[in-house]
Each structure stands twice: as structure tokens, then as C-alpha cells.
């Protein structure tokens, strides 16, 4: 049964703390992404990666960080930088990467920072 | 700056009639164009996609429109039904020759409520 996992489905932690969500896919495609939503704004995405060991800024990076060690997992870190990271956090996947490939979502991870 | 608008928050359409949902965008390079499907707390799904060489793609009850010279997509289903209420996203993404990659722009979502 293909498809992304994304855990936990919620997370909570404290103010000042870093955390690392998990996005695995078995899908066998080269390329991961990492959005971010909040109430009543589209998706917007936070890095992405074509292949394994590469990955890519997208529009809002700035207080997270990515690897992309195996080509399954894309884990996102949230660190202390990211100034407000509350938010329902989408990983998704592509098979190669191009603009017409269709992106497939996990089922997301609630974050809230207390 | 939004690139991909959806003005209508939300949209209530009786099951069985047409729900119409709308996407405007402003970026002329982007070339193709998704609608995904998001029920609450969970993943979009994909539904259906169009490229900019064409102005209609039909599947199943599910029709996307396309209107390059006003920069207007729309997605068409019919009949509605019950199970159809969520938030659906269009999406938008630009092709940069060989090196293209799969970025979305995505619009802030409608809420489509469809009652029994």
C-alpha cells in the first residue's frame, strides 16, 4: 500500500525548542516537498528536494532545516528561529520533480508551539 | 503578492445542481494548473489538472476551464454531491525549460458546503 506518512499527526512543544517532523514515502519518487498552512491562506512551500543529498529553499525556509539522506524520508526541523511556528505542516512528493508531475500529500502534522 | 487568488471563501449549492469554483491568477508564466481537494486535518488529494495548451480537461463529474487571455480558471462539478463538501485549492506552476521543478502556488482555498 504506496503512499506518505507523516508523524505524529499532532505535535506540542515549548517555546524555544526545536523539533524534527517525519515524512516517509514509499512511492518511489525522487522528489519531496514541505509546505506549511495556516487558517485561511493556501499552502506555502518551505523546501523541497529533486533527488537525494539536495535540496532547495522554497518561499518561507527561514527558521526551518531539511535532509534528504534516503530517498524515502524528508524529515523538516522547526527550530527556535522560526517565529511562529504553529501551523499544519504538509509533506508531499513527485515523481521526478517537474511542474507537471502531480504532487501527492501525507496526511499532515499539527505543530503547536506553547 | 498573491499570485493565485480564490475570492470566494466559500461557496453553499444544493446536491444534484453545479458547484462553480473560481481561480484567478496573475503570473503569465505559469503554464499549469491543479485543483486538490482538502478535508479538515488531513492532505489535499489531487483531482484534476490542466495545461496551458488547453482550454478544457474533463473527468468524471469534474470539469476545469481554462482562460489564458484572463488569466481565469474555474472548476465545474456535476452534479454536486454531499460527499464533495471540503476546501478546495487551485494550483499553479511554471515550466523554466529543462530545469523546471514541480513549484506550486497555491490560492487560499474555498469552502464548498454541499447540503442534502
Known amino acids: 500500500d504506496g503512499g506518505i506518512t507523516q508523524s505524529p499527526k499532532y505535535l506540542f512543544r515549548k517555546e524555544g525548542q526545536n523539533v524534527t517532523l517525519s515524512c516517509e514515502q514509499n512511492l518511489n519518487h525522487d522528489a519531496m516537498y514541505w509546505y506549511r498552512q495556516d487558517p485561511g491562506q493556501g499552502l506555502r512551500l518551505i523546501y523541497y528536494s529533486q533527488i537525494v543529498n539536495d535540496f532547495q529553499k522554497g518561499d518561507i525556509a527561514e527558521g526551518y532545516s531539511v535532509s534528504r539522506e534516503k530517498k524515502e524520508s524528508f524529515p523538516l526541523t522547526v527550530t527556535s528561529a522560526q517565529k511562529n511556528p504553529t501551523a499544519f505542516y504538509l509533506c508531499?512528493?513527485?515523481?521526478?520533480?517537474?511542474?507537471?508531475?502531480?504532487?501527492?500529500f501525507g496526511p499532515g502534522t499539527r505543530l503547536t508551539v506553547l | 503578492d498573491q499570485q493565485v487568488k480564490q475570492n470566494s471563501p466559500s461557496l453553499s449549492v444544493q446536491e444534484g445542481r453545479i458547484s462553480i469554483l473560481n481561480c484567478d491568477y496573475t503570473?503569465?508564466?505559469?503554464?499549469?494548473f491543479l485543483w486538490y481537494k482538502k478535508y479538515p486535518a488531513e492532505g489535499p488529494t489531487f483531482l484534476i489538472s490542466?495545461?496551458?495548451?488547453?482550454d478544457k480537461n474533463e473527468d468524471g463529474r469534474f470539469t476545469v476551464f481554462l482562460n489564458k487571455s484572463a488569466k481565469h480558471l474555474s472548476l465545474h462539478i456535476v452534479p454536486s454531491q454531499p460527499g464533495d463538501s471540503a476546501v478546495y485549492f487551485c494550483?499553479?506552476?511554471?515550466?523554466?525549460?529543462?530545469?523546471?521543478?514541480?513549484?506550486?502556488?497555491f490560492g487560499q482555498g474555498t469552502i464548498l458546503t454541499v447540503h442534502p
Open positions: 503570473n503569465s508564466m505559469f503554464d499549469y
Open positions: 508531499a512528493s513527485s515523481e521526478q520533480g517537474w511542474d507537471t508531475d502531480t504532487q501527492y
Open positions: 490542466i495545461s496551458s495548451i488547453k
Open positions: 494550483a499553479a506552476s511554471r515550466g523554466a525549460g529543462g530545469t523546471s521543478y514541480g513549484k506550486l502556488t
